[in-house]
């Protein structure tokens, strides 16, 4: 039985993967096979941010339209560290950090296994992960920092899931599975915790362009 919905309902931060997953398919379907610099992609995603009517309604609409370029860059030379530094640098608590290198290191372990991972597999363990959350004390600013990017990154694998899966039925030289694209979704949710949703889409587009799977 294939899972044909990446939602969680016991998470209220749920739209917020929602909103990424659709500034996600704008992009990728009018620049997605186009080479970009990163600040080319980040005043794209901007503007596909603002025009987009859910996160419009939103209350905190013009935070999250922003994307943080920066954060993007730093984000790509904390790479190889697998983030540690830009997690470091996130105002919120210390029990909080610990528990968002968790999800980035589970999808840096998915990225590089050999062996299939399924998506099913995958939301399973995000929902336990999230449940987890739920049922600990966190303060208000570390909680919406967790379940948002929880939520980015349920939807992100799911829409990236959809894309490569596309791509492997017509592109015979993609040659890595979809797991293997989580790797795109660690930025997501990195972009996501210390910058919004525009910056968590800025992320993943960015990530998308330097991974280009034309050419893989």
Known sequence: MTLQNP???????????????????????????????????????QEIAINNENLQKLPDAKENSKVDCDLIKKGIEDFPNQFKNIVESFNISRKAKSKLQELIDYNFDVAFKIENTSYEEYHRHIIE????????????????????????????????????????TSIST?????????????????????????????ASSAAYTMTNPNSK
Request: one cysteine or more.
């Open 7 to 45: 939602s969680n309902p016991k998470n209220k931060f749920d739209y917020v993967g929602d909103i990424h997953n659709q500034i996600i398919f704008v992009y990728v379907k009018k620049y997605g096979r186009e080479k970009k610099s990163t600040d080319e992609i980040c005043k794209i995603i």
């Open 174 to 202: 993609t040659k890595r599975k979809w797991w293997q694209w989580a790797i795109i979704g660690v930025a997501d949710i990195v972009g996501v915790a210390g910058g919004g949703m525009g910056t968590g889409a800025g």
């Open 129 to 168: 992960y999230e449940n987890d959350i739920i049922e600990n004390v966190y303060n208000k600013k570390d909680f919406a920092t967790l379940l948002s990017s929880s939520s980015t990154a349920r939807y992100s694998a799911y829409f990236w899931k959809k894309e490569i899966d596309e791509l492997q």
